[in-house]
């Protein structure tokens, strides 16, 4: 779910894409992972330790899009004109009439 809202961050400012690197640590039967994003040349760690590696990722990018969101600008809210009211209906002559 934070790769998905990195990665649009990511594309409204036209950086370039998040670039993931994982590594692992501990004996075979329980890996425990941690991962860094790289995002417009800084990089940024998963806080702790994760059971897998698209867990570690997504903290990573979590910790990424928290720091940049707040670096960036957000733009204003756009206002709209409301919709416009949709005119009476109009009775249809289909020509029929009873005798």
């Not at 036209?14 to 640590?25: F, G, K, N, V």
């Not at 997504?58 to 957000?74: C, H, I, R």
Request: proline share 13%; charged share 15%.
């Amino acid at each position: 779910m934070h790769k998905s809202r990195l990665q649009e961050l990511c594309q409204r400012q036209q950086w370039s894409l998040p670039e993931y690197a994982t590594s692992h640590d501990g004996p075979a039967h329980n890996f425990r992972f941690s991962a860094t994003v790289t995002v417009n040349g800084s990089s940024f760690h998963s806080p702790d330790l994760s059971r897998t590696s698209k867990e570690a990722q997504n903290k990573a990018a979590l910790v990424a899009f928290e720091q940049l969101s707040d670096v960036v600008p957000q733009s204003p809210p756009v206002d709209l004109p409301p919709p416009p009211t949709p005119a009476p209906a109009l009775p249809i002559d289909l020509g029929f009439r009873c005798v």
